[in-house]
């Protein structure tokens, strides 16, 4: 996909006006995590040492149309200022009188972070007068918030079609490890899906499904594949309207030669809660009335050897719930597993990414994604406005 990139555009003593993934976790007006902000300081860093003044737009959480003072981003422009030693100013709003005047006084090197985007209606309409009205703050627009890109929103896709628009650093790096995994992916490749439900999961497995050589299935969706096999499933998640979705999912992989590894064995427990007491299961069906929480040690091996064959892995979702240390283990394995193959290895959605994070891991994958919906969908193969706009 031949997006262009800031590398291509003029921007010296220019105005930019720049879209980021700012959408960050607060507690008690402190960002929490700011492993997106980071992410976009390449980009920052890249327009401001051309000379340029810098206009960054995000949005913050769903204010749905209203100004909401608990999602403004104050807090991010202090953080943001920390990481780039400078100052970072404020806007007291999106658009409007006071906002021009700041932007007009901008000086090159200098940076503004407007207000929460999504406080106007506009935002997620696409509005073409909230476009116009945005698209006066910059002389060049550049994309770097891949997180959103899968939206067709003013401040992602608008404003590509009213301005000179490029794409910034982080989503020409996004592009360039993820595309491999939708066109031509080195092989042997290996795709580890997991998550709670094969109906979130459908396109993803579909689209991944005639490009590897192994799909390992994990999380709770892996219940609804073995009870399709007529496994014994107990308590555990069962997407009932989507069995025959899995015995063809299943069919698929057998006709294309496709190896598909779901759990031998589990950890289960009588009830979903965070202190349940786990209890090793060594077989492939669930004991009634259980709910499995895990994979298995043979479960996991087999997961690890597949893995090490790979040149090329893709991971999307949890193997069980990693969110309670009892039941992580599965999750963790195969992350080390990913983590110490030689092979390109992309993370991609929101659930894998906070695993590989806790796990320490995420500097050891060669590509950990920042977008959650937007990872998915473009490892669907579906076209992300965002990005389609730069073409």
Known sequence: MAVKTINDADLKGKKVLSRVDFNVPLKEGVVTDDTRIRAALPTIEAILAKDASLVLMSHLGRPKGEKKPELSLAPVARRLAEL?????????????????????????????LLENVRWYAGEEKNDPEFVAELAKFGEVFVNDAFGTAHRAHASTEGLAHKMPAYAGLLIEKEVKFMEPFVTEPKQPM????????????????????????????????????????GKEIGNSLLEEDY????????????????????????????????????????????????????????SI???????????????????????????????????????????????????????????????????????????????????LPGIAALK
């Open 84 to 112: 780039l030693n400078k100052e970072v100013k404020i806007a007291p709003d999106v658009i409007g009188s006071e906002v021009e005047s700041m932007v007009s006084a901008l000086k090159p090197g200098e940076v503004l």
């Open 190 to 229: 290996v795709a580890v899906v997991g998550g709670a439900k094969v109906s979130s999961k459908i396109g993803v497995l579909e689209s991944l499904l005639p490009k590897c050589s192994s799909l390992i299935i994990g999380g709770g969706m892996t219940y609804t594949f073995l009870k399709a096999q």
């Open 243 to 298: 069995l025959e979705t899995a015995k063809s999912l299943l069919k698929q992989a057998e006709k294309a030669g496709v190896e598909v590894i779901l759990p031998v064995d589990h950890v289960v427990a009588a009830d979903f809660k965070e202190d349940a007491t786990p209890e090793p299961v060594d077989d492939v069906n669930v004991p009634a009335g259980k709910i499995a929480m895990d994979i298995g040690p043979k």
């Open 301 to 383: 091996q087999k997961c690890r050897e597949v893995i090490a064959k790979a040149k090329s892995i893709v991971w999307n979702g949890p193997m069980g719930v990693f969110e309670f240390d009892a039941f992580a283990k599965g999750t963790e394995e195969v992350a080390r597993a990913i983590a110490d193959s030689s092979a390109v290895s992309v993370v991609g959605g929101g659930d894998s990414v906070a695993a590989a994070n806790k796990f320490k891991l995420a500097d050891r994958m060669s590509h950990v994604s920042t977008g959650g919906g937007a990872s998915l969908e473009f490892l669907e193969g579906k076209d």
